[in-house]
Structures are given as C-alpha cells and as structure tokens.
C-alpha cells in the first residue's frame, strides 16, 4: 500500500506522527481544575503479599470504574462525598469500604483481598492458583483476543519461556534438541510471529542466518512474570505479526507488597537412561530477590543457570522415487548426537516512584547460552540405479541395488558408489544477547503517558565448527527394515566389499571446519499518550509514535583440508603404487558408543580441537586440527571453494522502522468499541558480494596455462566475487483495526475483532544477491523493494469466566493473505545506460523476487480452565485446563494452482493441550498432554515426493512435595512415553525418513522461600 503522505525535506513522513506532536503538546499544556478530591490505593493478596493487577475497583451507586494498574494501584477523582468502594479480582472474596471525599483531599485505601482457598494451602501453591487467576483477569480485561499465561500457572519451568507458550490454544512449539526452538501461532510460520520484552522487540542472531525467526532456546525464563500471546493486535503494537506477537513480561518489585522476598531452588537435570549423560544430572540453580525500599524504590533481581544434556539417536534413510512397492532403500545414516546446552543469565530491574503519578524504570536482561557438541555420524550409500544381470545371471554395469528388492529389504553391490562415510565433529555454538529498557510512565486527571528507550542485541558466535570425515568404497550392503527395533533403527549387514570395520579399507577424507559470527542489534523508542474522557459515555484516544532500527551483520568463514600425506596425493598415488597416508594416526583410540545399541563400530576420527581435558567425554588429546597446525604441508587447502564462501558470507542488513497511530474507544457500558489506524515507514539496506564472471576475467582464465595454483585461485575469486553491491528499498502501509467487546452478563464476553497485519520479506530476500551468467544470459537479483504480505484478520469469540479462576472460551478467526512472495523470472534488461546495470546485460532475463498470491486460514479455538475448589473434600484439589485448535488453508501461494491446508508447507492443521492438577496441602502433582498434528515438511506436485513430519504427542509430570515451611521438593519428567522428538515421512505410503530418540529427562531438586 501506498496512500497519501506528507513530505519534508525529501523523506516522507507518516501523516499521524503531525497528529501525535499535536495532541501531545496539547496535553502538555493541559492543567487540573479544582473542586474535586482524589481516592488512591493499592489492591493486594493477603495470602500471598502480591499486588493485583486488573483488579476491578468501582464506587458502588455511581459510573466510576477502573482496573488496577501493574502495580496494583487505582485511582478516581471525583467530586466530594461519601462513597462505597468495591473491589473483586479473580478467584478472591470481594471487598467493600467506605470513603469520605472532600474538596482538594486525597485519601488513601488499601484494598485487601483474599479466599479461603488461599489460607489453606502453602505460599508456592497460593502463587500459582493467583498466578492462573490473574492470567485470567487480564484475558478478561483484553480488548482483543489475547492469551495470558502466568509463569507460575503450570509448575517449574527448564529455563524456556516456550515451555508455556506451547500450551496455549492456536501455538505450536517446535522442538530441537529436546528444548522448544520456534513457535508457530494459528499455522503461521515462525518468521511471522513478533516476540518482545515488555513491548520492545528482543534482538535474535537466528544461528547466524538471514531469517526473522525467534529463538527461544537462547532466552531465559526467569526474568518473565507471565507471558501474553496477541492474535488479534491493537493499532497502537507493531504491524508485523501476521501470525501473532508473543510478549514477555518481565518481573517488577512493584508487582508485590512492600517487603523482601528471597527465593532459589537448586538441582538437576539428568537423562537416567542415556549412558552418555553424567551421573546424577547436570546441575542447575536460580535465585530471586525484590524488595521495595519505602515505597519508592523497587528493586529486583533474577538469576539462573542449567546445564541439561541432549543425547539422542537418530536415523535416516531415502529410497527411490516411488510410491508403489517395492521401493529400494539407496541410502541409511544414523548419529551418536551429544549437546551439551548451559543457558544463563537472568536481569536486574529498578523502578523508582517519583509519586504516586510518576515512575521511572530502567531493565537490564542478560541471557547467555552455550552449545557443546561431540557427534558422531555414520552414512551408508549407493546410487539409485538397480543392476543388470547378463545372460550368465553375474551382475553387470554400475548400478548399486541389486535386483530382487523388496519394501522390507535391499542390498547393495560392491561398486564405487556404494560407500560408507563415517564422521566425527567437535561443535561449539557461543551465543548472549542483551536487553536494556528505560522508560517513565505518568498519569494525570484523565491523562496518561508513557514512553520508553530501549537496546537489544544478539551474537551468536561459531567457531571451529566441523570435523574429519573417513571414506570408504566398494562397501556392498543389506539393510532390513523388518528389525524387532521397528522401522526407525533397521538392521544392517557388510555382505561385499572390504572390511569397514578397519582403517586401512578407508581411502578419502575430507575435513571441513566453519567459522561463522551473527550479530543481531535493536534500538528503539517509543511514545505514548492516553486521554481519557468522564463524559456520560466513558470514553479515552490514545496516540503515540515508535521508532525502531534494526542491523544485522553476518560472516562465514569456512575451510576445507583433505589429508594428502607426505607425497601430497590423497590415496594411492598412481606415479608409486603406494598410499603413505596413514589415517590410522587419526582414529580415536577409546570410542565405544553403538547407536540404539546395536550398529557397527566403525574407525572414527578423533574429534578435532579436543585436544584439553574436559573437551570430550571419551578420547582427548592428538587429532586432525592438531596435525593440521603442526604438519600443513600435508594437508590441501580447497581455496576456491574457502575464499568464494567466506566473500559470500560477509553480509550486512539494517532496516528501519517508524510507525505513528491513533486509536479510541468508547464504553457503553455493556459494549464498547475501540478503534484506529496505524501508519509504518519501512526503509531498508543490505549489502554483500556481487557476482560476476566478465569477458575480461574469462578471457584471462582461458590463456591460462598449466595447473591452477592456490594464488591463482584466489585471484579469480576476488575477480569474481570480490565487489560490493547494496540494495535499498521503501514501502509505506495502513492498517486500520476495529475491535467490539459485548458483556450481555457479568460473567460472559463476547468479541468481534478486525485487524491489519503484514509478513516483512525475510532478510535474506532484501540483502544483495547479484549473480550474473553470461553463457545462458540470466541475472538472478534480490527485491529490496519487496512489498511485505499482507493479512486481514477477523475474529469471533465468545468467553465465559466463573469462579474460582476458571473459563470456557470458543473462538473462530479468518485470515485473508495477500502479496504472497514469489519467484519472477519473466522480465528482460532493456538497453541504454540507464537500464539500472551501467548498460550492461542488454536483453539478458532477470530473474528475481515479487509479491503475489493469495491464501486463507481458517480456525476453531477451543479452551476449558477450572480449579475445583468449590466441589467438597478430596476433590476440590483438582483442577484442569483443555484447548484445542483446528485451521483450515487455501489458497495459490505465488503460482496459480490453487492448494489446500494438505498441500501447504510448515501448517499445522491441528494442535491442543490437556493438563490434569492435584493441588492439596503444599503438594502439586501435575500430568500434562501436549498434541501437534501431522505437518507437511515440503510441497511437491508428485505426491510421493512430498515429505510429512509425523505427529507428536508428549506427556509431562511435574511435581512439588512439601518439606516444610518454605520449603518444598520437586520432581519434573519430560516426554515420559519416550515419544520420538522428531520423526518425518515420505509420500502417500508414509515411509519413514528421518527419526530422533531422544529419552525422557528428569528435572528435581529444592525450591525454598526466605
């Protein structure tokens, strides 16, 4: 979109940012009239010291209503006289009181609430049950369909926010490595979504790559009060999130009493049966204080750190092309996967109250993560080609499979391209990002403003990333799907070839070690302003204006060696007869580990850059980066393949973002309406590697004479790859949103929400991408100005909420997607100098990036939360929670054949939850069930060439047993089915590709109180 703006000095300039400078100096100027008197104070828990947030405060008898703030504080200024004062939050005992009010006079009540429930059960439970209600009491309060979830709700967490996520309606969590890595809202991809601290974008490096995905693997949990989900955003959030916005909130001392709370739990976390995990578990611990120093300085400060293991063994295998059977297996690889993850950091948070209108706040967040890895890898293969038999029955040709397969099983002959290659790797993945905030928030007589700064930044950091890879040939096979294992782990036989138990039967290697850095970088501000209006209607108009910048620097720097020995050749040399390159100096002396338990052990390098103690976990000490650094004239570097690769990798993106809205709403006491429309400036920026192979430089290649040198080499990379080109691009959008609430009764909500949102083009679409070839005459170039997608988006809900601290919600929501990304390779450099190339590539077809397409979602919402508190004795311990979500898709998705939710890569078409609570006495027992459909991996028009990851259903326990005052044990275990962490498929016939076991994991240790 493109609509009318207003210019200055050459840029353009949102025409509502003129709007917000207006109203805001306008209230500036705006001052308190007298004849009225103030009524402040504070909600709070009695049982749990906790301040309530959106508690509902109304003077009985009269129109003045409020909800409390984040720190639990109102307030009404209201003419003078006597007044009742009624309070009610979720799950707790309403309360009233009387105040007198006189002209110019403030008083000051505290509110506090509390429940029966709560005097009986012990503080950690109490935080829990209020941690549901309050999550409950702000979905209520919501003027658009929102999701809370508190980080109390569903017992002790492993460090990952996404852990709760996960659990509710519409989001899908993806696993990697047994932690949640990505999450998916309402189907739509990860790099749809927006995830923020406290409204603010979190920066994310997303593994060194140019994606807008959002790793949660790298963020703490400990900092977090309770995260929302928001499906159907407000103007006054970013527009980017066509999936949704998941928003973590960070802790405040202000969320409790005035007072000291000093909290920690220490233990471990431990895979009981993977061999390959220590003993006992790895350990972890967190700590948390807040305390609220006279009322006008809080202070809080969180901490954690956990080490936990992710053994696993994994599978793959291929067949030939085809759906009907028999199919010839051509290919089986499996993995010994050992990754060590250690997750730290936590965040130190001050606010101060200037008064009670006043506060300021600065947040500092840090989140460290470390990755090391010790893999081992097997993969056996042949071509595809089945062989002949000549008249004597002998078999003839090169095709690898024998005749005579069956679905169950094939074998393979003893030809070159029947190989195994076994590889040892060495991983280390360094990754910390930082978070720093700083704002204020003001409230006057019907007037509220805040504003914030705000800094975050991500790098992710790989180095010597790789390993030596062994090679063997003429290696002839069995495999045999129809294992007592299952089709996951098949058994596998040698039947010809030379031994591949033995290293003198390998006779290629190659060594390939990356060394890459991502760095990821926000800066932002934002300003907003809230006029409220006690007119006969309540209403309020809020403006305000944000601005963020965002960078993001890439390299990769990779290296490949092949060990060629002495006489320089790898292998037998043919001018001597002899191979003298004696790979058994490299083979690990004291690796044992058979995957499943039962494949072959095979002679694996020692992993490169283990050469300390306590790298590894088996052999440390002389491996193949050791004798690379003291011997490299045995070792030949590929520098063509290096240089090209690192020039490719050196990338630079930067995108700005500025966004101006206005929005109102009105309040007719049983519907209110909130409307508005938001304006957003996307300018971005990306430079990297242009290639391009001229007339000149392939002339000057072909007069070359004799073998190619390294210098020469990398002469020609730098010819062809060693330029710069920046690409540069501008769009502008509107997005109006209209949201209606309608509460016929107390306890039942109804909504009706319209929403605008965009799909921002991935980065690696808007960063340069120039490569010309001159024999077949094609530019291929990325689209800077790449138009984002676009989504309108409708909601129908209906709520209803019943006490203590439960609800029932059905909603069904539709998203129209339009400006589908696509590729565009139907337009043809013009001649003349300014054809945007200097003149050059006259006629050749340039291929590139363009919107279009079209698609719809379609969805059902279902969700159930109860604590039984009201059914007597033994059974108002329990409580439950249930969701459920169906979507539905169609659309053309840049081509033009028309697809549906089967045939659309990356959409879960189904997803829910269930979870079963005991809680009694300061005992928690939680059983948890989480359920993902089957997905399509990847879209093809042969159907058996489509690939499906295979649904996955997960349960949990978590457990706290109470030791005594303030103390308590807890006993987690995740995925206790020893369900598969991921396992994908191929076709119409479902035959199994890839499969990852991975064990359950044990979590336990204390948690206490002071």
């Not at 047994?178 to 409204?199: A, E, F, K, Q």
């Not at 947040?363 to 000549?390: G, L």
Request: charged share 20%.
């Amino acid at each position: 979109m493109y609509p009318y703006c207003h210019r200055s000095g050459g840029r353009v300039v949102p025409p509502l940012l003129t709007l917000v400078l207006a109203v805001a100096l306008s209230a500036a100027a705006w001052s308190q009239t007298g004849g009225t008197g103030i009524i402040t104070g504070r909600v709070s828990n009695v049982a749990t010291n906790n301040n309530l947030e959106g508690a509902t405060v109304r003077l009985e008898g009269t129109a003045f209503s409020t909800d409390t703030s984040r720190e639990g504080t109102y307030r009404f200024e209201v003419p003078p006289g006597n007044y009742t004062l009624h309070a009610s939050f979720t799950g707790l005992d309403e309360q009233t009181f009387p105040v007198a009010v006189q002209a110019g006079g403030t008083v000051v009540q505290h509110i506090p609430l509390t429940s029966g429930i709560y005097k009986l059960d012990r503080f950690i439970v109490s935080s829990e049950r209020e941690g549901n209600a309050q999550a409950i009491t702000l979905q209520r309060q919501s003027v658009g369909v929102r999701n809370v979830v508190s980080a109390d709700a569903l017992g002790a967490l492993a460090g990952n926010p996404a852990d709760l996520v996960a659990r509710l309606p519409g989001v899908v969590g993806d696993s990697v490595g047994g932690d949640i890595r990505y999450v998916s809202i309402r189907g739509m991809s990860n790099n749809l979504n927006t995830v923020t601290m406290d409204g603010n974008r979190m920066a994310d490096a997303a593994s060194n790559g140019a994606t807008r995905e959002f790793q949660f693997q790298q963020v703490g949990s400990d900092a977090v009060e309770r995260i929302e989900v928001i499906k159907s955003p407000t103007p006054d959030m970013d527009a980017d999130s066509i999936g949704g916005a998941v928003n973590l909130v960070s802790k405040s001392a202000f969320d409790r009493s005035p007072g000291r709370r000093l909290s920690y739990s220490l233990g471990s976390i431990w895979r009981p049966y993977s061999r390959r995990d220590e003993p006992g578990g790895r350990r972890n611990y967190t700590v948390s204080y807040s305390e609220v120093f006279r009322e006008k300085l809080g202070v809080t400060f969180n901490y954690g750190m956990r080490e936990h293991a992710n053994t696993s063994d994994m599978t793959g295998k291929n067949y030939v092309i085809g759906d009907v059977d028999p199919v010839a297996t051509y290919n089986f690889n499996m993995q010994d996967f050992r990754n060590i993850r250690t997750r730290w950091g936590g965040n130190l948070k001050l606010d101060y109250k200037l008064s009670d209108q006043s506060r300021f706040y600065v947040n500092f967040v840090m989140n460290k993560h470390f990755e090391h890895s010790n893999h081992t890898s097997t993969t056996w293969s042949t071509n595809q080609v089945v062989a002949t038999r000549d008249a004597s029955g002998a078999l003839t040709g090169t095709g690898g499979i024998i005749p005579g397969f069956t679905t169950a099983q094939t074998e393979w002959r003893s030809v070159p391209d029947s190989n195994v290659r076994a590889l040892a790797e060495s991983h280390n993945k360094d990754a910390a990002a930082f978070h720093y905030q700083a704002g204020g928030v003001h409230k006057f007589k019907g007037l509220n403003i805040d504003y914030d700064v705000y800094v975050s930044r991500s790098e992710n950091i790989y180095p010597k990333y790789g390993g030596l890879a062994l090679v063997a040939r003429n290696i002839g096979m069995r495999v045999n799907h129809a294992s007592k294992d299952g089709p996951a782990f098949p058994d596998i036989a040698q039947i010809s070839g030379p031994d591949m138990t033995k290293i003198a039967s390998y006779t290629e290697n190659v060594m390939n070690v990356s060394n890459s850095t991502g760095l990821d970088k926000f800066l932002g501000a934002a300003f907003n302003l809230k006029k409220d209006f006690a007119t006969v209607v309540p209403a309020f108009v809020k403006v305000g204006a944000r601005f963020r910048d965002q960078t993001r620097n890439l390299t990769n720097d990779p290296q490949q060696w092949t060990y060629v020995g002495p006489d320089r050749v790898m292998g037998v040399n043919p001018a001597t007869g002899l191979n003298d390159d004696n790979l058994a100096q490299f083979v690990n002396p004291v690796y044992s580990y058979q995957v499943f338990g039962k494949y072959p052990l095979l002679p694996y390098a020692a992993r490169a850059y283990r050469d300390k103690k306590g790298s590894t976990d088996d052999y440390f000490g002389p491996n193949p980066s050791t004798h690379l650094a003291a011997n490299p004239q045995q070792w030949q570097e590929n520098v063509t393949l290096d240089r090209t690769n690192s020039l490719l990798g050196k990338r630079t993106f930067t995108e700005k973002v500025t966004a101006a809205y206005v929005m109102g709403n009105v309040d007719l006491g049983k519907v209110s309406i909130m409307g508005g429309v938001r304006v957003e400036k996307t300018e971005t920026s990306g430079t990297g590697a242009k290639n391009d192979l001229n007339a000149v430089e392939r002339a000057r290649r072909a007069a070359w004479v004799g073998p190619v040198t390294d210098a020469e080499a990398a002469r020609r990379v730098d010819a062809q790859y060693g330029t710069t080109v920046t690409n540069r691009g501008e769009n502008q959008g509107v997005f109006p949103g209209l949201h209606f609430k309608y509460r016929p009764i107390e306890r039942l909500v109804t909504r009706l929400g319209y929403a605008t949102n965009i799909g921002r083009p991935a980065i690696s679409s808007l960063l340069p991408r120039l490569d010309v070839t001159h024999e077949t005459q094609r530019v291929v170039i990325n689209n800077p100005s790449l138009k984002p997608q676009t989504a309108n988006n409708f909601d129908v809900s209906l709520e209803y909420y019943f006490e203590p601290a439960g609800m029932l919600t059905a909603g069904v929501f539709l998203k129209e997607i339009s400006s589908f990304i696509f590729t565009d390779s139907s337009q043809f450099i013009a001649a003349g100098a300014n054809n945007g190339y200097d003149g050059e590539y006259v006629g050749y077809n340039l291929i590139t990036s363009a919107n279009g397409g079209f698609a719809k979602v379609r969805g059902l919402e279902l969700a159930y939360q109860q604590q039984f508190t009201f059914l007597p004795g033994f059974w108002k311990s329990f409580g439950v929670f249930i969701n459920y979500t169906r979507l539905q898709t169609e659309g053309n998705f840049g081509g033009t054949t028309v697809t549906r939710t089967g045939q659309v890569p990356g959409f879960t078409p189904e997803s829910g939850n269930l979870g079963i609570s005991y809680i009694r006495g300061g005992m928690s027992l939680r059983v948890q069930f989480n359920h993902k459909g089957e997905t399509l991996g990847s879209f093809n028009a042969n159907p058996a060439n489509r690939t499906y990851t295979m649904a996955r259903s997960v349960v949990d326990i978590k457990t706290v047993f109470p030791i005594r005052k303030n103390l308590s044990l807890y006993l987690d275990v995740n995925n206790v089915l020893d369900e598969a962490e991921r396992a994908t498929q191929r076709g119409d016939a479902r035959r199994l590709l890839t499969h990852s076991h991975l064990t359950p994991q044990f979590m336990f240790g204390l948690n206490g109180r002071f």
